[in-house]
């Protein structure tokens, strides 16, 4: 459960999205079936995590929220990209996200392939239109986190094309990638928009990442997986090892100065969360 503050920062984020794809649809008539598609995977029930991470550190960092609106919702724009693609049946082949049919089901794999492509090119759109002189750096530090020295590297070793994930180690060195490098642009995103320093902010979304995969193992416990941490170290060993994480987390908040409400109630969230 979320206090509703943070509730209200999902509301004005939804808010500001939907203006800017209704934007960008004018921008770009007589393609609707592309706008339905993009819009459909993203608002069909999000977590929104990660705009919520770009708010909360933003807000420890003295930025404004509508500062953050566009760096958070172009890593919005990238996870929704990820999600659609993943479910393609040339990867996950999934029928259900969020409990509604995947966007290839409910669309069309063509459609659903380019509209995962627009989503994608759209996050860089978005930060150059946004962040005038800031915005190259932005877009450097989102593709670097997005690409193929980061999330799509971590897909890579997920499917088994890359080096072999044999030990516990290249299991959390493969999801630090996956997961961890767009959370941690989540916090070096908000410092670069500030210009304050941020070398160390990534070390936390990498650990936060990694936490957030934990908590999805467990979660997902009762598939059959021989690449989670389930697997790696039994159910209780996954609990115990995204306990661990979490007190390391809010340890490295207190130690950054960065300890506050917004930001500890997203890490709770995290260790509670039950979807
Ligand atoms: C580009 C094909 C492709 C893949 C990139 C990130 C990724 C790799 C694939 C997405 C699938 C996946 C399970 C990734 C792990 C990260 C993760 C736990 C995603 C789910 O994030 P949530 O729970 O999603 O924040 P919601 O539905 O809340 O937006």
């Not at 990660?50 to 890593?75: K, Q, S």
């Not at 767009?182 to 908000?190: E, I, S, T, W, Y």
């Amino acid at each position: 459960m979320m206090s509703s503050q943070v509730l209200t920062y999902i509301e004005q984020f939804d808010i500001s999205l939907q203006e800017y794809m209704a934007h960008r649809r004018e921008e770009s008539s007589g393609v609707d079936n592309l706008f339905y598609s993009m819009n459909y995977s993203l608002f069909s029930g999000g977590k929104r995590f990660r705009p919520l991470l770009c708010y909360a550190v933003g807000e420890a960092l003295g930025a404004a929220p509508d500062f953050i609106t566009p760096f958070a919702m172009a890593v919005e724009c990238i996870h929704t990209y990820s999600l659609i693609h993943d479910d393609l049946p040339c990867m996950d082949n999934d029928d259900v996200r969020r409990g509604q049919p995947t966007n290839h089901k409910r669309f069309s794999e063509d459609i659903a392939l380019l509209a995962g492509d627009a989503l994608l090119t759209e996050a860089p759109l978005i930060l150059a239109r946004a962040y005038g002189e800031r915005s190259g750096i932005l877009i450097e530090s989102l593709c670097h986190a997005a690409g193929a020295s980061g999330m799509i590297r971590g897909q890579v070793l997920d499917l088994g094309h890359g080096d072999r994930v044999d030990s516990l180690e290249s299991l959390i060195h493969l999801h630090e990638q996956k997961t961890g490098q767009l959370m941690a642009a989540c916090f070096v995103g908000p410092a670069l928009i500030l210009q304050k320093p941020h070398k160390e902010l990534a070390e936390l979304g990498f650990l936060l990442g990694l936490a957030f995969q934990v908590k999805d193992d467990v979660l997902d416990s009762h598939q059959e997986d021989n690449q989670s941490f389930v697997a790696f170290l039994g159910l209780e060993g996954a609990e115990n090892y995204l306990q661990s994480l979490t007190e390391k987390i809010h340890r490295a908040l207190k130690e950054f100065d960065m300890d506050t409400p917004f930001l500890k109630e997203l890490i709770e969230y995290n260790l509670n969360r039950k979807l």
